[in-house]
């Protein structure tokens, strides 16, 4: 009997504990959700492009190759414009392919043109009335990528005080419109210099 009772009391004691229990679980559960998250968070992405102005001679060399003038005339001219027959009155090596200018950077630039040297310091001479050195500027079948300062497709005497013949204002940083070219022109008498005569094209920019 007595063992009787005492399994009741236990048993008693377990409910009382498990409702206790169940209880506090309940007030737990119900204080969680009254502090359940609400609304939200942003974060942020940030980043800085650099301006960058530059460019390239992708075509950056004209060689006539050896001639001379021909027997019987004042002056030959060489020129990169036209077509492959460009030499009149000399035997030198036809050359079409001209300078190109592209800006390579990613913003628009103001490019300036300058030489070295003049047509009497490069070629000299006198006769058919001294040599000439000119040159030409125009798009490279890339329409608009040029803001001409100069009269696209015509001569210009070279100019050697830097930094030279505002020629593109602004030259385009954009790939489909950011390339020119420049045509050298040069008339070289027939007392000219002789040996390897050489010059050299610059290109300034400024960012505009």
Known sequence: MKTDNALLIIALIAVVVSVAGAGITYNYINAFKNKWPTGFATGTVNLTVESAASINFTTDEINWGSGRVNTGVDNATLSTAGGANNITNGNWTGNTAGFVIENIGN???????????????????????????????????????????????????VNTTSPGTLVCGPLNAADATDVVRIDVEVVIPSDSLIGELTDTFTATIALG
């Open 107 to 157: 913003e628009n630039v103001t490019l300036e043109i300058a030489t070295g040297k003049t047509a009497a310091t490069f070629i000299s001479g006198t006769a058919g009335g001294g040599p000439s050195y000119r040159f030409n500027v125009s798009d490279n079948a890339e329409d608009g990528g040029c803001a001409f300062n100069v009269t696209e497709g015509d001569w210009n005497v």
